[in-house]
């Protein structure tokens, strides 16, 4: 039986592609902390979760993941465009800036994904308002926006990564 | 008379229901509360019907190759359309205006597919769909303007436009995540016609299938939490090709490696492909490309090296229509082709984008290709 290989090249190709992607990774800059006003993660106050992952945080806002461990349509709303809280939590949860998210879900919905972009609000009431009366909705706040004294009407705070926004550990900061 | 009886028990009824509204409205004089704030429903963009979405992506430009008169070229003109049906049922379609190198312009139904999402876990689709077959296919889809490079990589080049991979198909999509904690695993199982092969044949079996025999492909990807942006997957494709002469089966391996995230764009894919005559020789095609790129604001420095090798007495790949890509490429083009592109995506705006591109095709007994192109791509 004639062969005719030709994969030899492809093979140490790969290989070298591969320590090449582990090196780059490696530099790669990492996300810096930094000391300035909270973010709080909201959700509706019926939503057992209490506490979620960054990528987790990450899944539930780019529509990877599409339901609660209850069963419950996950609905994220955030803030409109411009604003600086979410230009920051894009970034430190996402990766991304707004325009990055914008094409994420572009992409996605050209792949045929069931991605769906987050609902957008144009004031944070509008926002809690929203995550009170939808039992999936997960939304984020500036903290001077949260009060966590039973005033916010149904939605309570979820901690990031086992920090609560008042902890000195807390990531998601403007 | 009876209903006269329940008509006035019901007059009974209200009249006690005011009475205890009104004792609980002076034993409790507080004020009711007021009703929430309607909730604001932003328009959402590019929805021309309440249920129908439309995108559509175009792309035109410039180009100048050695071998060729350079010329203004019109890509494609996409529409992209989407509809959710119900909750868990969806459908997709695409049509696509494309420029022919008889300077007709063709139409193609690219995609279209009623899918069904019952969970996370399962994904059902069917229709004509874009092949996972490797990375490139089925992220970037026709959409230039997603990608960061003027066009795709040789070995993931259309097969109407004279690549050699079936990257369109019709037939049965399944996908969905496994539970797999961190690994962040997904499968993909596809069954379809299959490619055809010959002399001007559409490779897209449309309507009837050559053969009996169905192409089938499976793949698996992983997105591992403690590397967001990374995804590592394979695929392996199955079919029996028919071409003149002894039928031939055919094996198509994929391996990627991928990093995305806000500034770094790393492809790295390996595809390896058998063609198998029955009783007859075997025939393996290796091909890869590695694309880097890093955003600075709004521009995108990229830089690919690509390499596709396959045997000069290929049984398949004879058959394979002229490349739309790399100009000098002739139909039935068999040998190595390699060589690497570099250029420069910039966004001036939210959504249309120029990229310049410079190629260099080095391809196995021809003269060297050098070729500069400048693409102007965008989406509304």
């Given amino acids: 039986?004639?062969?005719?290989?030709?994969?030899?090249?492809?093979?140490?190709?790969?290989?070298?592609?591969?320590?090449?992607?582990?090196?780059?990774?490696?530099?790669?800059?990492?996300?810096?902390?930094?000391?300035?006003?909270?973010?709080?993660?909201?959700?509706?106050?019926?939503?057992?979760?209490?506490?979620?992952?960054?990528?987790?945080?990450?899944?539930?806002?780019?529509?990877?993941?599409?339901?609660?461990?209850?069963?419950?349509?996950?609905?994220?709303?955030?803030?409109?465009?411009?604003?600086?809280?979410?230009?920051?939590?894009?970034?430190?949860?996402?990766?991304?800036?707004?325009?990055?998210?914008?094409?994420?879900?572009?992409?996605?919905?050209?792949?045929?994904?069931?991605?769906?972009?987050?609902?957008?609000?144009?004031?944070?009431?509008g926002l809690k308002t929203f995550v009170a009366n939808s039992p999936g909705a997960i939304g984020f706040v500036k903290a001077g926006d949260f009060h966590g004294d039973g005033s916010d009407g149904g939605v309570k705070a979820v901690k990031v990564d086992g920090a609560a926004a008042g902890d000195a550990g807390y990531k998601l900061r403007m | 008379m009876r209903r006269l009886l329940e008509l006035e028990a019901?007059?009974?009824?209200?009249?006690?229901?005011?009475?205890?509204?009104?004792?609980?409205?002076?034993?409790?004089?507080?004020?009711?509360?007021?009703?929430?704030?309607?909730?604001?429903?932003?328009?959402?963009?590019?929805?021309?019907?309440?249920?129908?979405?439309?995108?559509?992506?175009?792309?035109?430009?410039?180009?100048?190759?050695?071998?060729?008169?350079?010329?203004?070229?019109?890509?494609?003109?996409?529409?992209?359309?989407?509809?959710?049906?119900?909750?868990?049922?969806?459908?997709?379609?695409?049509?696509?205006?494309?420029?022919?190198?008889?300077?007709?312009?063709?139409?193609?139904?690219?995609?279209?597919?009623?899918?069904?999402?019952?969970?996370?876990?399962?994904?059902?689709?069917?229709?004509?769909?874009?092949?996972?077959?490797?990375?490139?296919?089925?992220?970037?889809?026709?959409?230039?303007?997603?990608?960061?490079?003027?066009?795709?990589?040789?070995?993931?080049a259309f097969d109407d436009q004279g690549g050699v991979l079936p990257m369109q198909d019709i037939g049965v999509n399944l996908t969905g995540k496994i539970p797999s904690g961190k690994l962040g695993l997904n499968y993909v199982v596809e069954a379809g016609n299959g490619r055809a092969w010959g002399v001007n044949l559409e490779p897209t079996q449309n309507y009837q299938d050559a053969?009996?025999?169905?192409?089938?492909?499976?793949?698996?990807?992983?997105?591992?939490?403690?590397?967001?942006?990374?995804?590592?997957?394979?695929?392996?494709?199955?079919?029996?090709?028919?071409?003149?002469?002894?039928?031939?089966?055919?094996?198509?391996?994929?391996?990627h490696a991928v990093f995305i995230n806000g500034n770094y764009e790393i492809l790295n894919e390996g595809v390896i492909v058998r063609h198998a005559e029955s009783g007859g020789p075997v025939f393996n095609t290796g091909a890869f490309y590695s694309q880097l790129s890093r955003r600075f604001r709004e521009f995108r420095p990229y830089f690919r090296y690509q390499y596709f090798n396959a045997p000069s007495d290929d049984p398949v790949y004879v058959y394979a229509s002229a490349n739309e890509y790399a100009p000098l490429i002739d139909s039935g083009f068999v040998g190595r082709l390699n060589g690497p592109s570099a250029g420069v995506r910039w966004d001036f705006t939210e959504h249309p984008a120029v990229k310049f591109q410079y190629d260099r095709y080095s391809l196995r007994g021809q003269a060297t290709e050098n070729g500069l192109t400048i693409q102007f791509a965008f989406t509304f």
């Avoid at chain 1, 057992?48 to 945080?57: C, I, Q």
């Fill in chain 1, 1 to 125: 039986m004639k062969k005719h290989n030709s994969v030899a090249p492809v093979f140490l190709a790969i290989a070298i592609l591969a320590v090449v992607t582990a090196i780059w990774l490696t530099v790669l800059p990492h996300p810096a902390e930094a000391a300035s006003d909270p973010i709080v993660v909201i959700v509706n106050v019926a939503n057992p979760v209490d506490n979620l992952s960054t990528s987790e945080l990450k899944k539930l806002f780019l529509s990877d993941r599409s339901r609660w461990d209850t069963g419950k349509a996950v609905a994220p709303v955030m803030i409109a465009p411009g604003a600086p809280e979410r230009t920051a939590f894009l970034k430190a949860v996402c990766g991304m800036n707004d325009s990055d998210f914008g094409k994420y879900f572009l992409q996605a919905a050209f792949t045929g994904k069931s991605a769906t972009a987050p609902k957008e609000m144009s004031s944070y009431a």
């Fill in chain 2, 10 to 156: 019901e007059v009974n009824q209200l009249k006690a229901q005011a009475a205890t509204a009104t004792t609980a409205a002076v034993a409790a004089p507080a004020p009711a509360p007021a009703p929430p704030p309607p909730v604001e429903e932003p328009p959402q963009v590019n929805e021309v019907a309440p249920r129908l979405k439309l995108n559509v992506f175009g792309d035109v430009g410039y180009e100048w190759y050695n071998h060729v008169p350079d010329t203004f070229d019109f890509g494609s003109l996409d529409l992209f359309m989407s509809a959710r049906l119900s909750q868990k049922v969806s459908v997709l379609g695409e049509a696509l205006f494309v420029a022919q190198s008889d300077n007709s312009v063709g139409v193609d139904v690219e995609r279209l597919l009623l899918i069904y999402r019952q969970s996370d876990y399962f994904h059902a689709s069917v229709g004509r769909y874009h092949t996972w077959v490797g990375y490139y296919n089925t992220a970037f889809n026709k959409g230039e303007f997603l990608e960061t490079a003027a066009d795709r990589p040789f070995i993931y």
């Fill in chain 2, 211 to 255: 053969n009996t025999s169905k192409s089938i492909n499976g793949g698996l990807f992983a997105r591992p939490d403690k590397l967001p942006g990374l995804q590592v997957g394979f695929s392996v494709l199955h079919d029996n090709v028919t071409v003149p002469g002894p039928s031939v089966s055919e094996t198509i391996a994929t391996v």
